[in-house]
């Protein structure tokens, strides 16, 4: 099975930079996804990672280490627009498995 | 192309009331999936599709049942709900990628459900 664990929420100010943790436990591991989710809304796909590293994509970079069953998603230049839940995701045979998400608040 | 859609919006059931969940792509993509989302608990995978005529379950699907008959659609239905089945319901699509992975999931807008 797969277990995935993140911070429930984190409040940061507007133009500062947050790290939002995610560690997981897989039987089989074929890539991770994060999601961004606003309130009410569906999730929307940020980023994905399949092999150690980080990916960079503007303002938002995620990192993943294979070997330490560990990820983070990097908000940079925080805006009162990224005040939204942050999901990771782990991908298995045909199935993805989500974490409980995490909760960014931006105060201006 | 409007992507995924799911009706209805919302939905008020009372215990032992059957319906069904509606949900739509437009993208030919070939892989399809239920979740329902809960406070605190994050998205579970209740069924998912590999391609018309394939159906397999997820991390939860009782109570649930699903089928494929074409690419576009992939209604979940509820056989006789319950209150504990009053939760936020996703349809997601994505193409199949090599091997039994899977690509980037579309979801659409969700259909909020109370069961009395």
């Known amino acids: 099975g797969q277990s995935l664990e993140q911070p429930s929420e984190v409040t940061a100010v507007e133009g500062a930079i947050v790290q939002i943790n995610c560690t997981y436990q897989t039987s089989g591991f074929n890539g991770l996804f994060w999601y961004q989710q606003h309130a009410g809304e569906a999730p929307t796909f940020l980023s994905y990672n399949v092999l150690d590293g980080l990916e960079e994509k503007g303002r938002f970079s995620s990192f993943l280490s294979r070997s330490k069953g560990y990820s983070y998603l990097l908000l940079k230049e925080l805006q009162m627009k990224d005040s939204a839940s942050y999901l990771c995701?782990?991908?298995?045979?045909?199935?993805?498995?989500f974490g409980a998400g995490t909760t960014v608040t931006v105060r201006a | 192309n409007a992507g995924v859609t799911q009706t209805p919006k919302f939905q008020v059931l009372k215990t032992g009331q059957s319906m069904t969940l509606q949900c739509a792509q437009d993208m030919n993509h070939e892989y399809m999936s239920w979740y329902r989302q809960d406070p605190g608990m994050g998205l579970r995978l209740i069924h998912y599709s590999v391609g018309a005529g394939i159906t397999d379950q997820g991390e939860v699907p009782n109570g649930y049942n699903v089928s494929r008959s074409t690419t576009e659609d992939f209604p979940l239905r509820l056989l006789s709900a319950a209150p504990s089945q009053t939760s936020v319901y996703f349809c997601a699509s994505s193409y199949p990628t090599s091997g039994r992975s899977i690509s980037e999931q579309f979801f659409g807008p969700g259909t909020r459900l109370t069961v009395l």
């Open positions: 995701a782990v991908k298995g045979d045909y199935k993805l498995s």
